[in-house]
């Protein structure tokens, strides 16, 4: 039930994310309910899915952002966008980085919180909710300054509200989204699995018994193909425990990313008592500029930070496990 309820929420943040990006509205608004109702669900955030709980909820307060009617906090004062922002602050705890991107969002937020309240003539609001946005602090000043300026004008449409505007907030969480998801690759299945094969105490044996077809141009890819073997077991058991879940889910889109997930190319091969995998797609060479970008990645951020270098660097259709696998081959090369 743990492992279920922990990977569905990754599952429903994905989810979240894509249609979030895609403003899809109505799929917006289904995995939402699936979201938080894993989020209630939980008796503390486990460390490793903070980040994942608070974009979840971020995505759905900044999706409500302009309904001054909705209320996500017991404060009525509180707007889903001032709600947004702290979601953003425990956000920006979690990581150290991106601090331009972290700054424009958290700037246009605090702009829009007092926009919103403006284009629904609520200005001793937009007054009211200025003075719990900001401290004191110089840094804080400027911005704090131009925006009691503009309350006084009582014109939402001031040049500096339509130069910050909501749909310059949407695109910059948009691109926050995608950094996101390259660095927060789902890995938790192939994870699971491995812990379930060695707590059952099953060797190198059990791989005989499962048919897995490699042919020559593929044997160096043969430890990655059997963990995703081995996730597919693991979630094949999952879901089958799943089916009698409350919540009201169309499994076969759990199926449908799995498929996009493991690069499977007919997931009706998946049975109840056997797993076979395509292998069949050619190989993609390596360049000698992709051989540079990962050199220069690993120079700086180090050996098994393979995420953030795929992220940073300029590779064409790599995944985190390719460029770990091509660093060794590097390696023995010397």
Excluded at 118 to 144: C, G, H, I, Q, W
Excluded at 166 to 177: D, E, T
Excluded at 226 to 250: A, H, K, T
Aim: net charge neutral; aromatic share 8%.
């Amino acid at each position: 039930e743990a492992v279920a309820a922990d990977w569905m929420l990754e599952f429903a943040c994905s989810c979240l994310c894509r249609h979030f990006a895609e403003q899809s509205g109505a799929e917006f608004q289904r995995w939402r309910d699936v979201a938080q109702a894993l989020i209630k669900g939980l008796s503390q955030i486990p460390p490793h899915q903070k980040k994942t709980v608070y974009l979840c909820q971020l995505l759905i307060r900044v999706a409500q952002g302009k309904n001054l009617g909705l209320k996500f906090e017991n404060d009525q004062r509180i707007s889903p966008l001032e709600s947004a922002l702290s979601f953003w602050t425990l956000l920006e705890r979690e990581e150290m980085k991106l601090e331009k991107l972290h700054e424009d969002i958290r700037r246009l937020i605090q702009i829009q919180i007092v926009a919103v309240h403006m284009e629904n003539r609520y200005f001793k609001e937009a007054a009211e909710v200025l003075e719990r946005l900001f401290t004191d602090s110089e840094s804080d000043k400027p911005l704090r300054v131009k925006l009691a300026t503009v309350i006084k004008t009582r014109d939402p449409y001031v040049p500096l509200l339509q130069s910050f505007s909501y749909s310059l907030l949407i695109s910059k969480i948009k691109s926050y989204i995608e950094l996101f998801m390259k660095e927060n690759e789902t890995n938790f299945l192939i994870q699971e699995a491995t812990k379930q094969v060695a707590s059952k105490g099953l060797g190198a044996t059990a791989w005989h018994n499962k048919p897995v077809e490699v042919n020559e141009n593929d044997k160096t890819d043969l430890e990655t193909q059997q963990r995703f073997v081995l996730s597919i077991i693991l979630l094949r058991d999952v879901l089958e425990q799943m089916q009698n879940c409350c919540l009201d889910v169309d499994f076969s889109l759990f199926w449908m990313y799995i498929n996009c997930l493991l690069g499977l190319n007919n997931m009706q091969n998946v049975g109840k008592n056997e797993v076979s995998l395509a292998c069949s797609r050619r190989r993609q060479r390596w360049t000698h500029q992709e051989d540079l970008e990962l050199k220069s990645g690993v120079r700086e951020f180090g050996v098994g930070n393979w995420a953030k270098i795929l992220v940073h660097g300029n590779f064409s259709n790599r995944t985190s496990v390719m460029l770990k696998d091509r660093w060794r081959t590097l390696s023995r090369i010397g």
